[in-house]
């Protein structure tokens, strides 16, 4: 679950929201757990699975929301639109702050078009707040003004 979590905290911290960051992790978090709780539940239980799942994620995303600062989230995101443009396939692109510690790198695993003829990339990140580092998997597709928004995890 953490690592739909933080593939979903990304993307919601690269849209520029007003949330606070924590709100952010928050929400992104409740909606993954969500997800995961509906995909696993069966019956009466998907309903009560969902539930918990959305209180789970809401709290993981919270905590990584909390961790990453504004320093933090616009290094992330000079390093990953940069990547998805720019680094080949298996290459890892890093970025780190020194003044938080946090730090994270994104490496493209696999390029393709998809049924409406955008190129997506299919990537691994990992991203360190407060010494405890996550990975996660993901999608992204190149937008028509160029810049690449993940579609999926």
Known sequence: MKTLVVVLTTS??????????????ALVGAAAGG?????????????????????????????VGRGLDEVDRMKMNQTYQNSMENT?????SSWKNPDSGNSGSVQP????????????????????V???????YGTACRQ????????GS
Do not use: H
């Open 88 to 92: 080949r396939i298996g290459e890892q």
């Open 130 to 136: 407060g010494g405890e580092t996550e990975k996660a």
């Open 144 to 151: 028509d003004d160029g810049s690449w928004q993940i579609i």
């Open 35 to 63: 997800i995961l709780g509906n995909q696993v539940g069966g019956g009466q239980g998907k309903v009560l699975a969902t539930g918990v799942g959305m209180v789970i994620g809401a709290f993981a995303g919270a905590s």
């Open 12 to 25: 919601l911290l690269l849209s520029a929201c007003a949330l606070t960051r924590e709100d952010q992790g």
């Open 109 to 128: 695993v696999r390029t393709y078009q998809n049924n409406d003829g955008r190129y997506c990339r299919e990537y691994q990140q990992t991203i360190t």
